[in-house]
């Protein structure tokens, strides 16, 4: 399994950014896919996680009617659409791939990782 992450970048407070992880191999070993951040000097965390097959979401508290997740399955792509950024939010951010059914937020439980990416919301 592959995963590619695009996007990203410098934004101003309030602002907004999509990310995307275009993501190849066998879908079997990609059922959830995960999206984690990670700050300087923080663990790594859980942002928000999807399934490829019920489109089932999850999303961290910190996250929450800020940033949505989706997938496009005809693309094996997807997208983290960030809005209402804070410079809180700013972190190199990852996305992850587990082959079991259900969505979990701890790093260690994913399989796969793409490459990261930054995100840095200026005040």
């Known amino acids: 399994v592959q995963l590619q992450v695009s996007g990203g970048g410098l934004v101003q407070a309030g602002g907004s950014l999509r990310l995307s992880c275009a993501a190849s191999g066998r879908t079997f070993s990609r059922r959830v896919m995960g999206w984690f951040r990670q700050a300087p000097g923080k663990e790594r965390e859980f942002v928000s996680g999807?399934?490829?097959?019920?489109?089932?979401?999850v999303y961290a508290d910190s996250v929450k009617g800020r940033f949505t997740i989706s997938r496009d399955n005809g693309k094996n792509t997807v997208y983290l659409q960030m809005n209402s950024l804070k410079p809180e939010d700013t972190a190199v951010y990852y996305c992850?791939?587990?082959?079991?059914?259900?969505?979990?937020?701890?790093?260690?439980?994913?399989?796969?990782w793409g490459q990261g990416t930054q995100v840095t919301v200026s005040s």
């Open positions: 992850a791939a587990r082959p079991s059914w259900n969505i979990v937020t701890m790093p260690l439980n994913y399989d796969y």
């Open positions: 999807i399934t490829w097959s019920d489109n089932s979401t």
